[in-house]
């Protein structure tokens, strides 16, 4: 969403055509997940004439993009969506190319601004929202959007009570984009998450290149050191936030929720265990804490003493990354955001 979102909200201020492709479903070797987006326009030079079709972002990392292109004008021109499906066994599978060994459904529609107009909002303030679209029928095409509480921001005309009720109870169903079955009717119930937030408890040398590296993919980071030297913009220039409290007061004010990642990495127990003290309860996706084993010893005895359980203490992940034998604190910025990556893709649930 937030890779095609600048694109998309300016050729909507330009007024020209747009349509929307997502992938809707997946099997084996995809090359891109459920929700991937792709927006289309006809491109237009000075004069106004029309060029040829403008792309951004991407349903299969370049095997459909072409004929999902072609679809996306025709739709434009009738007003109709459609649900495209490619796999390797369809003669237009290998014409696009999608010979890897996997198969998608790609839902193509003229874009609905309003409804894009909401999403966006949400998007930009990092919140939370669901939109479920009815993927055939008669119906194909409409589609609510959700907030966090489960409040409708958007709804298309054609919807009424009980169907509203019936896409709620869908939505209710996945805790992740996809499919969902109604009956005889298929619904694609897409989420719009908060960017990952990665929380660095350290201005340390390794916070320099996992702050770079963390932006590349799309966290927000943010940088807690009550040391001012540490914790600079001038050596942290594009973090979002800079706090030079401790962080059993920073935390509560940058919040510790669903899309909060903490690494824990000063090696001062006066800042790190005020840290873990702190973040434990809140149940946040990841806590890792650049240590020894001798010194995460110590660090136990003292957590405990502190009255935390041992079923908290065991959601620290330490040695903190995965295991490259990495020296450099570059290296050492790879192994600890491959395992944050990992375990918000749910591949790694495993605490050592």
Not at 44 to 66: K, T
Not at 292 to 307: C, F, I, M, P
Request: proline fraction near 5%; charge should be negative.
């Amino acid at each position: 969403m937030l890779d095609i979102l600048s694109t998309m909200n300016r050729w909507l201020a330009e007024e020209r055509p747009v349509a929307l492709a997502t992938v809707v479903k997946t099997w084996g070797s995809a090359p891109r997940r459920e929700g991937s987006k792709m927006g289309v326009s006809p491109q237009r030079d000075g004069a106004g004439a029309q060029e040829g079709p403008a792309m951004i972002g991407s349903v299969s990392g370049g095997c459909v993009e072409g004929a999902v292109v072609e679809e996306a004008l025709a739709g434009m021109k009738d007003g109709k969506a459609r649900l495209l499906k490619f796999g390797v066994a369809d003669d237009m599978a290998w014409e696009v190319g999608l010979t890897c060994g996997g198969s998608i459904e790609v839902f193509v529609e003229p874009l609905d601004s309003l409804w894009w107009d909401a999403l966006a909002e949400l998007a930009e303030n990092d919140n939370f929202g669901l939109t479920v679209t009815i993927m055939d029928g008669a119906l194909v095409g409409e589609k609510v959007l959700l907030d966090a509480a489960g409040d409708v921001l958007y709804r298309t005309d054609s919807l009424d009570e009980n169907m509203l009720d019936e896409m709620k109870a869908a939505a209710a169903k996945r805790h992740k984009s996809g499919i969902v079955t109604m009956g005889e009717t298929r619904v694609m119930v897409d989420m719009q998450v908060e960017r990952p937030h990665l929380i660095l408890i350290g201005g340390v040398h390794v916070s320099i290149p996992l702050h770079r590296m963390a932006t590349q993919i799309g966290f927000r980071v943010s940088i807690v050191d009550p040391r001012a030297a540490f914790a600079s913009r001038e050596r942290f220039p594009d973090v979002a936030n800079i706090s030079h409290s401790y962080p059993d007061k920073a935390l509560p004010e940058l919040g510790l929720d669903r899309s909060a990642y903490l690494a824990v990495l000063t090696h001062d127990p006066k800042i790190d265990d005020k840290a873990l003290i702190t973040a434990l309860p809140a149940n946040i996706p990841y806590i890792g804490v650049l240590s020894s084993g001798r010194t995460h010893r110590q660090r136990v005895a003292r957590l405990k003493e502190a009255g935390l359980s041992d079923e908290l203490i065991k959601q620290i992940r330490t040695p903190i990354g995965i295991e490259i034998g990495s020296s450099t604190p570059e290296e050492i910025a790879v192994s600890i955001l491959a395992e944050i990556v990992a375990v918000r893709n749910g591949i790694r649930d495993e605490v050592r």
